[in-house]
């Protein structure tokens, strides 16, 4: 049979794994019996925790929400899962690194030394790709102001500035229906229905200034395709709708399937023979499009559309250009898709 404290422990953290526990059934996890539950459930009431109790054959305990803090109590998994989750927003999210950096020491200075020493050893470094612009800082109370709005289901209005924007420009206030805050890249991104738009947007945290008050709640929308990490990704590949690309072509490729599948991500790849397949990929301009098939370096019979051979005829003129030293001049051509609606 476990220690007493360990016990304790594992009660505490069971309660805090679900809503209501029968008392049997904790008995049962613990390995002990229902009046051992009992005495421990008051041990923990001692310490600050208000757990209250449920009348029935069985009995039952629920956590509650005190008015101040008790100790915090980590078994070790407990204890490296809470520090990769904040070493990993300390580095990876902007805008919260440093009460990431803080809540994550005062955790470590409330752990007995061996939870301590084993805390210590785990660190987490992130490494930024070169050329990668830094990301811009987001405060936690503006995060803070969006997600009360996503809980609440009410309308937000804010000022928003957008890339393009001049210093000079004074656009009229957004009006949206708030649904997910999400972070991509290490930047925070609102999901949200424009009112004035009447479409889905995403916009960057960064560049919202909230104005208030809110305005009225709103019964939400249904995401389109249901699954809000699958929107997010087909908003972020330069998508017009869920999962599609403002260009998209198919050629045929004198390679066998397999060698081709290996290297694509976002594509389609059918087999017509032991060294040849079909190969249907999208992007975001023509001439993008035309250049990701040439990366497999082999023979390519364009099937469609006309846009994507007439991509692959100014990409020829280009690179003869290149390969004549720039003698030979290449007539510039509009062939970009154009920008998908964000």
Known sequence: MPTTSARLLALLSLLQARRDWPGGVLADRLGVSTRTVRRDVDRLRELGYPIGSAKGPDGGYRLGAGSALPPLLFDDEQAVALTVALQTAATTVTGIEEAAARALTTVRQVMPPRLRHRVDALRVVAVERAGVAAKPRVEPGLLMTLSAAVHAREVLRFD?????????????????????????????????????RDDWRTFRVDRISPRTPTGP????????GGDVAAFVAGRFRGATGPGDWPCRGEVILDLPARVVSAWTRDGMVEELGPDRCRLVLGGWSWPGLAALFGRYDADIEVVGPPELRDAFAHLARRYR??????????????VRAPRATR
Do not use: K, N
């Open 160 to 196: 928003y500035r957008s890339a393009a924007a001049e210093p000079a420009d004074d656009p009229p206030p957004r009006r949206v229906q708030p649904h997910h805050l999400v972070t991509w890249s290490g930047r925070w991104y609102l999901v949200a229905w424009d009112l004035d």
């Open 217 to 224: 709640r709103f019964t939400p929308r249904e995401l389109p």
């Open 321 to 334: 250009a290149a390969a004549d030293d720039g003698r030979v001049a290449v007539p510039p051509r509009p």
